[in-house]
């Protein structure tokens, strides 16, 4: 029994629903050495959190980054790339590389689907519960869920560069709420970042769970679930503000 009254479930991707393989920076560090830049997997992993940081902190409020780009999404991930080996100590990266980056992790040899994910997705078509997925992700997302087989779970798939919003901000949250036919309140959404999903669903009036994944240590999907189940915190209001 959903004791929440929630008509929509909404997951972020990334962290939540997958993740990389064996991870950024092997897959990073891989391709950088094999074209003449060498480089260890733990610092390649270190320098690219930094460089996704930094680049983040310089999208201005209310954009989409891979809109606001210049050079559209391609153009981000290459001056990612750059600042990543700038960071590792080189100038420019090898020839090729940021194409083949691009091409890697748009495919789902890069990607394994968390282990918990298909049954708790097939609890919810069981139930009837509707599913959407909320990310802040490229262009690549829908046919990237497609590869690894989970995209038939889902209803509406909002894609932060397709729509030109991006988490936290309310209006992505609430063009999934309005693509479903629900109102905000009835909108739960899983994700495992404390800004762009906690703090993004409280802002549009949905209601939110945290995915713990603590390498394999932590709740998970189940989160889920046990939200849906006991309803906590999730009383009904027909005006979120």
Same mark, same amino acid.
């Given at each position: 029994?959903?004791?929440?009254?929630?008509?929509?479930?909404?997951?972020?991707?990334?962290?939540?629903?997958?993740?990389?393989?064996?991870?950024?920076?092997?897959?990073?560090?891989?391709?950088?050495?094999?074209?003449?830049?060498?480089?260890?997997?733990?610092?390649?992993?270190?320098?690219?959190?930094?460089?996704?940081?930094?680049?983040?902190?310089?999208?201005?409020?209310?954009?989409?980054?891979?809109?606001?780009?210049?050079?559209? =999404?391609? !153009?981000?991930?290459?001056?990612?790339?750059?600042?990543? +080996?700038?960071? *590792?100590? $080189?100038? @420019?990266? %090898?020839?090729?590389?940021?194409?083949?980056?691009?091409?890697?992790?748009?495919?789902?040899?890069?990607?394994?689907?968390?282990?918990?994910?298909?049954?708790?997705?097939?609890?919810?078509?069981?139930?009837?519960?509707?599913?959407?997925?909320?990310?802040?992700?490229?262009?690549?997302?829908?046919?990237?869920?497609? =590869?690894? !087989?989970?995209?038939?779970?889902?209803?509406?798939?909002? +894609?932060?560069? *397709?729509? $030109?919003? @991006?988490? %936290?901000?309310?209006?992505?949250?609430?063009?999934?709420?309005?693509?479903?036919?629900?109102?905000?309140?009835?909108?739960?959404?899983?994700?495992?970042?404390?800004?762009?999903?906690?703090?993004?669903?409280?802002?549009?009036?949905?209601?939110?769970?945290?995915?713990?994944?603590?390498?394999?240590?932590?709740?998970?999907?189940?989160?889920?679930?046990?939200?849906?189940?006991?309803?906590?915190?999730?009383?009904?209001?027909?005006?979120?503000?």
């Amino acid at each position: 029994m959903n004791r929440a009254g929630v008509r929509l479930v909404t997951f972020d991707v990334g962290g939540t629903l997958i993740h990389p393989y064996p991870s950024v920076g092997a897959v990073y560090s891989e391709v950088l050495s094999r074209r003449g830049f060498p480089a260890d997997p733990v610092d390649t992993e270190r320098a690219f959190e930094e460089a996704w940081d930094l680049s983040a902190r310089r999208v201005p409020p209310s954009r989409e980054r891979y809109s606001w780009s210049p050079e559209g =999404e391609r !153009g981000y991930w290459r001056r990612l790339l750059d600042a990543t +080996v700038r960071r *590792l100590g $080189g100038s @420019e990266p %090898p020839a090729g590389a940021a194409e083949e980056l691009f091409e890697r992790f748009g495919h789902r040899e890069t990607w394994r689907v968390y282990p918990d994910v298909a049954g708790t997705l097939s609890t919810l078509a069981t139930r009837e519960i509707p599913m959407a997925v909320l990310s802040n992700w490229d262009s690549r997302l829908p046919a990237l869920l497609r =590869e690894l !087989g989970i995209r038939h779970y889902f209803g509406p798939i909002l +894609v932060s560069a *397709l729509e $030109g919003y @991006e988490k %936290p901000d309310p209006r992505i949250f609430h063009l999934a709420a309005e693509r479903a036919g629900v109102a905000p309140w009835q909108v739960l959404h899983a994700g495992d970042r404390d800004l762009e999903d906690l703090e993004g669903a409280r802002r549009s009036g949905c209601l939110g769970v945290k995915i713990d994944r603590n390498g394999g240590r932590g709740e998970g999907l189940s989160a889920v679930l046990r939200r849906l189940e006991d309803g906590a915190g999730a009383e009904r209001r027909d005006d979120p503000s």
